[in-house]
């Protein structure tokens, strides 16, 4: 379970003294429990290890726009913090599809659920979402699916 490996690797950072590696893992340990009090809430059960692969999607969409304000304003050595987090966060989701992998799968995907139009784009990103969880970038895909829908 992907809880437990981040679980293990805080351990190892410890061990390791490495504080970079470890402050960041005790943040995604600390957002993943913020998460499923937040799911406890609203009568869901924890998360799962598709739910914690958005997480930390999330997590590293937020380090991304970090970084772009970080060098607008001059911080590169904060910048440069934000780049550490994002690789060590990189390493529990699954490896990224290229950009002619996500086109081959939007393909398909179109031609499984048989979209002809705009209005079938909800049915094609939900198959995409469930085959491809935290292998591709969502945002990316829906822009390439509209056009794929419209052109």
Not at 23 to 43: F, W
Request: hydrophobic share 40%; proline share 2%; glycine share 10%.
């Amino acid at each position: 379970m992907l809880r437990d490996d981040i679980n293990n690797a805080v351990k190892d950072a410890m061990k390791a003294k490495d504080e970079r590696k470890l402050s960041t893992l005790r943040m995604v340990n600390s957002t993943l429990k913020n998460s499923d009090i937040e799911a406890r809430g609203q009568g869901k059960p924890p998360l799962s290890d598709e739910d914690i692969l958005g997480v930390l999607q999330k997590m590293i969409k937020q380090r991304q726009e970090s970084v772009e304000l970080y060098l607008k304003g001059g911080r590169n050595e904060l910048a440069e913090q934000e780049k550490q987090e994002i690789a060590i966060i990189s390493a529990y989701l699954p490896k990224q599809m290229s950009d002619d992998e996500v086109k081959a799968a939007i393909v398909a995907a179109t031609k499984d659920t048989g979209a002809a139009g705009m209005k079938d784009m909800g049915k094609v990103i939900g198959v995409l979402r469930g085959k491809y969880a935290g292998q591709m970038d969502f945002g990316k895909a829906s822009g390439l699916v509209k056009a794929a829908l419209s052109g």
